[in-house]
Protein backbone atom coordinates (compact mmCIF):
# COMPACT_ATOMS: atom_id res chain seq x y z
CA UNK A 1 0.00 0.00 0.00
CA UNK A 2 1.19 3.71 -0.24
CA UNK A 3 2.91 5.10 2.13
CA UNK A 4 3.42 8.66 3.57
CA UNK A 5 3.98 10.96 0.81
CA UNK A 6 5.29 14.62 1.33
CA UNK A 7 6.08 17.51 -1.46
CA UNK A 8 7.98 18.60 -2.56
CA UNK A 9 11.17 16.56 -2.15
CA UNK A 10 13.00 20.06 -2.16
CA UNK A 11 12.43 23.17 -1.88
CA UNK A 12 15.10 26.01 -2.31
CA UNK A 13 14.24 29.55 -1.03
CA UNK A 14 14.97 33.21 -0.41
CA UNK A 15 15.55 34.23 2.87
CA UNK A 16 11.92 36.53 4.14
CA UNK A 17 9.89 34.18 1.74
CA UNK A 18 7.07 32.02 2.70
CA UNK A 19 6.95 27.99 2.67
CA UNK A 20 4.59 25.40 2.15
CA UNK A 21 5.38 21.71 2.95
CA UNK A 22 2.44 19.28 2.49
CA UNK A 23 2.24 15.91 4.16
CA UNK A 24 -0.30 12.94 3.13
CA UNK A 25 -0.02 10.75 5.38
CA UNK A 26 -1.33 6.53 5.42
CA UNK A 27 -4.68 6.18 4.19
CA UNK A 28 -7.14 5.81 7.48
CA UNK A 29 -4.28 6.82 10.01
CA UNK A 30 -5.47 9.76 12.44
CA UNK A 31 -2.53 10.40 13.90
CA UNK A 32 -0.33 12.95 12.35
CA UNK A 33 3.50 14.36 13.30
CA UNK A 34 6.04 16.71 11.81
CA UNK A 35 9.47 16.30 12.75
CA UNK A 36 12.62 18.81 11.70
CA UNK A 37 16.08 16.99 10.92
CA UNK A 38 18.93 19.09 11.05
CA UNK A 39 22.44 18.16 9.50
CA UNK A 40 24.17 15.79 11.89
CA UNK A 41 21.16 15.55 14.13
CA UNK A 42 18.15 13.15 15.02
CA UNK A 43 14.71 14.19 14.02
CA UNK A 44 13.45 16.58 16.67
CA UNK A 45 9.48 17.04 17.24
CA UNK A 46 7.78 19.69 16.27
CA UNK A 47 3.67 19.19 16.40
CA UNK A 48 1.56 16.19 16.21
CA UNK A 49 -2.04 15.91 14.85
CA UNK A 50 -4.77 13.66 16.02
CA UNK A 51 -7.70 14.07 13.66
CA UNK A 52 -7.73 17.72 12.76
CA UNK A 53 -6.74 19.12 15.68
CA UNK A 54 -3.04 20.16 16.69
CA UNK A 55 -2.83 18.24 19.84
CA UNK A 56 0.66 18.90 21.19
CA UNK A 57 2.61 22.18 19.05
CA UNK A 58 5.46 22.15 21.83
CA UNK A 59 7.97 21.58 19.36
CA UNK A 60 7.64 24.58 16.74
CA UNK A 61 10.08 27.00 16.67
CA UNK A 62 8.22 30.78 17.31
CA UNK A 63 4.99 32.09 16.24
CA UNK A 64 6.59 31.59 12.28
CA UNK A 65 5.70 27.85 11.89
CA UNK A 66 2.35 26.89 11.73
CA UNK A 67 0.64 23.34 10.65
CA UNK A 68 -2.71 22.67 9.32
CA UNK A 69 -5.16 19.17 9.05
CA UNK A 70 -8.16 20.58 8.29
CA UNK A 71 -10.02 17.42 7.21
CA UNK A 72 -7.98 15.26 9.16
CA UNK A 73 -6.11 13.77 6.73
CA UNK A 74 -3.55 16.02 4.99
CA UNK A 75 -1.21 18.35 6.59
CA UNK A 76 0.55 21.64 5.26
CA UNK A 77 3.78 22.80 7.26
CA UNK A 78 3.44 26.40 6.88
CA UNK A 79 6.57 28.90 7.41
CA UNK A 80 7.09 32.19 7.52
CA UNK A 81 9.89 35.14 7.09
CA UNK A 82 12.00 31.92 6.30
CA UNK A 83 15.73 32.25 7.92
CA UNK A 84 18.60 30.11 6.50
CA UNK A 85 18.61 28.77 10.38
CA UNK A 86 15.13 26.78 9.34
CA UNK A 87 16.95 24.93 6.51
CA UNK A 88 16.72 21.10 7.39
CA UNK A 89 14.74 18.09 6.51
CA UNK A 90 11.20 18.20 7.33
CA UNK A 91 9.42 15.11 8.21
CA UNK A 92 6.16 13.94 8.32
CA UNK A 93 4.66 10.51 10.16
CA UNK A 94 1.27 8.91 10.93
CA UNK A 95 0.37 6.37 12.78
CA UNK A 96 -3.13 4.28 13.19
CA UNK A 97 -3.67 6.14 16.54
CA UNK A 98 -2.33 7.02 19.87
CA UNK A 99 -3.10 5.54 23.09
CA UNK A 100 -2.17 2.92 25.70
CA UNK A 101 -1.08 0.42 22.52
CA UNK A 102 2.24 1.96 21.14
CA UNK A 103 2.26 2.45 17.51
CA UNK A 104 5.14 3.10 15.63
CA UNK A 105 5.58 6.03 13.61
CA UNK A 106 6.16 5.57 9.94
CA UNK A 107 7.42 8.30 8.27
CA UNK A 108 7.73 9.81 4.64
CA UNK A 109 10.85 10.93 2.99
CA UNK A 110 11.24 14.06 4.13
CA UNK A 111 11.10 18.01 1.78
CA UNK A 112 14.51 19.38 2.31
CA UNK A 113 14.27 23.02 2.42
CA UNK A 114 17.30 25.03 1.77
CA UNK A 115 16.87 28.97 2.92
CA UNK A 116 19.43 30.91 0.82
CA UNK B 1 20.30 18.74 26.60
CA UNK B 2 20.55 15.42 24.86
CA UNK B 3 18.17 12.89 26.69
CA UNK B 4 18.80 10.32 24.00
CA UNK B 5 22.82 9.64 23.15
CA UNK B 6 24.08 7.91 20.62
CA UNK B 7 27.61 8.38 21.55
CA UNK B 8 29.48 6.53 18.37
CA UNK B 9 28.79 8.11 14.91
CA UNK B 10 29.53 5.50 13.36
CA UNK B 11 30.52 1.53 13.02
CA UNK B 12 32.29 -0.87 10.67
CA UNK B 13 31.65 -4.61 10.90
CA UNK B 14 32.58 -7.86 8.34
CA UNK B 15 29.49 -9.62 6.69
CA UNK B 16 28.52 -12.35 8.90
CA UNK B 17 29.25 -10.81 12.00
CA UNK B 18 27.69 -9.22 14.79
CA UNK B 19 26.98 -5.63 14.94
CA UNK B 20 26.21 -3.41 18.31
CA UNK B 21 24.62 -0.44 18.38
CA UNK B 22 24.07 1.32 21.65
CA UNK B 23 22.14 4.01 23.10
CA UNK B 24 21.88 5.98 26.15
CA UNK B 25 19.07 8.35 27.65
CA UNK B 26 18.91 10.43 30.91
CA UNK B 27 15.24 10.77 31.45
CA UNK B 28 13.58 8.58 33.67
CA UNK B 29 10.05 8.40 32.36
CA UNK B 30 11.11 7.16 28.77
CA UNK B 31 9.11 3.76 28.66
CA UNK B 32 9.25 2.65 25.38
CA UNK B 33 12.23 2.42 22.88
CA UNK B 34 12.25 2.24 19.42
CA UNK B 35 15.03 1.65 16.77
CA UNK B 36 14.72 3.33 13.49
CA UNK B 37 16.82 2.74 10.34
CA UNK B 38 17.44 5.38 7.29
CA UNK B 39 18.61 4.85 4.12
CA UNK B 40 19.79 8.30 2.13
CA UNK B 41 16.72 10.45 0.63
CA UNK B 42 14.17 8.07 2.47
CA UNK B 43 12.58 8.71 5.98
CA UNK B 44 13.29 6.29 8.91
CA UNK B 45 11.61 3.25 8.79
CA UNK B 46 10.87 1.86 11.95
CA UNK B 47 12.72 -1.36 12.89
CA UNK B 48 11.59 -3.22 16.64
CA UNK B 49 11.35 -1.62 20.22
CA UNK B 50 11.01 -2.57 23.61
CA UNK B 51 8.43 -1.76 26.56
CA UNK B 52 10.32 -0.87 29.71
CA UNK B 53 8.69 -4.26 30.96
CA UNK B 54 10.96 -6.26 29.13
CA UNK B 55 14.65 -6.56 29.01
CA UNK B 56 15.18 -8.14 25.92
CA UNK B 57 12.84 -8.27 22.26
CA UNK B 58 13.82 -10.27 19.36
CA UNK B 59 12.91 -10.24 15.89
CA UNK B 60 14.72 -12.14 13.29
CA UNK B 61 18.27 -11.14 12.86
CA UNK B 62 17.58 -7.84 15.41
CA UNK B 63 17.36 -7.72 19.33
CA UNK B 64 17.04 -5.02 21.23
CA UNK B 65 17.78 -5.40 25.00
CA UNK B 66 17.40 -2.86 27.56
CA UNK B 67 19.12 -2.20 30.82
CA UNK B 68 16.94 0.30 33.20
CA UNK B 69 19.20 0.88 35.96
CA UNK B 70 22.10 2.03 33.50
CA UNK B 71 19.23 3.62 31.38
CA UNK B 72 21.15 1.59 28.38
CA UNK B 73 19.72 0.27 25.53
CA UNK B 74 21.64 -1.87 22.81
CA UNK B 75 20.69 -3.53 19.06
CA UNK B 76 21.97 -6.83 18.20
CA UNK B 77 22.27 -7.65 14.02
CA UNK B 78 23.64 -10.96 14.02
CA UNK B 79 24.50 -11.99 10.98
CA UNK B 80 25.23 -8.42 10.03
CA UNK B 81 24.51 -7.81 5.82
CA UNK B 82 25.77 -5.69 3.02
CA UNK B 83 22.02 -4.43 3.00
CA UNK B 84 21.96 -3.39 7.32
CA UNK B 85 24.41 -0.40 5.99
CA UNK B 86 22.13 2.31 6.99
CA UNK B 87 22.31 5.01 9.69
CA UNK B 88 20.20 3.49 12.41
CA UNK B 89 18.32 5.81 15.00
CA UNK B 90 17.08 5.20 18.90
CA UNK B 91 14.31 6.94 19.78
CA UNK B 92 12.22 7.03 23.13
CA UNK B 93 8.94 8.09 24.60
CA UNK B 94 6.79 8.32 27.55
CA UNK B 95 3.68 7.52 28.34
CA UNK B 96 3.68 9.16 31.53
CA UNK B 97 2.87 12.83 31.59
CA UNK B 98 0.46 11.86 28.34
CA UNK B 99 3.32 12.37 25.94
CA UNK B 100 3.57 8.79 24.30
CA UNK B 101 3.41 10.21 21.11
CA UNK B 102 6.18 12.35 21.14
CA UNK B 103 9.46 10.75 20.26
CA UNK B 104 12.85 11.57 21.56
CA UNK B 105 15.90 10.85 19.16
CA UNK B 106 19.44 10.45 19.35
CA UNK B 107 21.63 11.46 16.73
CA UNK B 108 22.22 8.43 14.70
CA UNK B 109 24.83 5.98 13.89
CA UNK B 110 26.37 5.05 10.41
CA UNK B 111 26.39 1.29 9.92
CA UNK B 112 28.66 -0.21 7.20
CA UNK B 113 29.01 -3.90 6.85
CA UNK B 114 31.44 -4.17 4.64
CA UNK B 115 31.21 -7.91 1.96
Known amino acids: GAGVSQTPSNKVTEKGKYVELRCDPI?????LYWYRQSLGQGPEFLIY????????DSGLPNDRFFAVRPEGSVSTLKIQRTERGDSAVYLC??????????????FGPGTRLTVL | DQQVKQNSPSLSVQEGRISILNCDYT??????FLWYKKYPAEGPTFLIS?????DKNEDGRFTVFLNKSAKHLSLHIVPSQPGDSAVYFC??????????????FGKGTLLTVNP
Open chain 1, 93 to 106: ASSPTVGRVRNEQF
Open chain 1, 27 to 31: SGHTA
Open chain 1, 49 to 56: FQGTGAAD
Open chain 2, 27 to 32: NSMFDY
Open chain 2, 50 to 54: ISSIK
Open chain 2, 91 to 104: AASGMRGGSNYKLT
